[in-house]
């Protein structure tokens, strides 16, 4: 809705970084840090989340519009697009620690997120059914992950799995 819709200009301000900064990140996956690619542990299959994400999207909608319905697959991928990263380390067992605070990083974004959902809800009196619904489901799958973060991480050892 950058291109479409005019909030304020901080919003097309952040807008405009944040999308600098995927493509930066995009940019940094695929050449600076390609290396580090271990493409014989990632096996996870994509269209395992995009198909179900996008059909949930032309189902589960506020609106049958173009933008509307991209915007819903966007949040329902959001959603579940840690599956990959966590299978990784289920199946490798362990994870480093750089990777284990990355990962309890972007689960708590989603649980903060929370608290701001609760925020607009007292304030202004919205709540987004989506957002929510595809919000508790990605807080849920982070839940063992937390568990074994703060029992272990945070007391000085590397994140192993058990067999």
């Given at each position: 809705d950058l291109f479409y819709s005019f909030v304020s200009l901080y919003n097309s301000v952040m807008k405009v970084l944040f999308l600098s900064a995927s493509c930066a990140t995009v940019y940094l996956i695929y050449r600076k840090f390609k290396p580090t690619y271990d493409g014989n542990h990632d096996t996870f299959r994509m269209e395992f989340l995009v198909i179900p994400c996008a059909l949930l999207?032309?189902?589960?909608?506020?609106?049958?519009?173009?933008?509307?319905?991209?915007?819903?697959?966007?949040?329902?991928?959001?959603?579940?697009?840690?599956?990959?990263?966590?299978?990784?380390?289920?199946?490798?067992?362990?994870?480093?620690?750089?990777?284990?605070?990355?990962?309890?990083?972007?689960?708590?974004?989603?649980?903060?997120?929370?608290?701001?959902?609760?925020?607009?809800?007292?304030?202004?009196?919205?709540?987004?059914?989506i957002a929510v619904a595809a919000g508790i489901v990605q807080t849920v799958l982070y839940c063992d992950f937390f568990y074994l973060y703060v029992t272990k991480v945070l007391h000085g050892k590397k994140l192993v799995l058990l067999p």
């Open positions: 999207a032309l189902i589960f909608h506020y609106t049958f519009e173009p933008f509307e319905v991209l915007w819903t697959f966007s949040i329902y991928l959001e959603a579940v697009a840690i599956l990959p990263q966590l299978f990784m380390v289920s199946k490798t067992g362990e994870a480093e620690n750089i990777t284990s605070h990355y990962l309890f990083a972007l689960g708590s974004y989603r649980a903060l997120y929370i608290l701001n959902w609760v925020y607009r809800y007292y304030t202004e009196g919205t709540l987004d059914y």
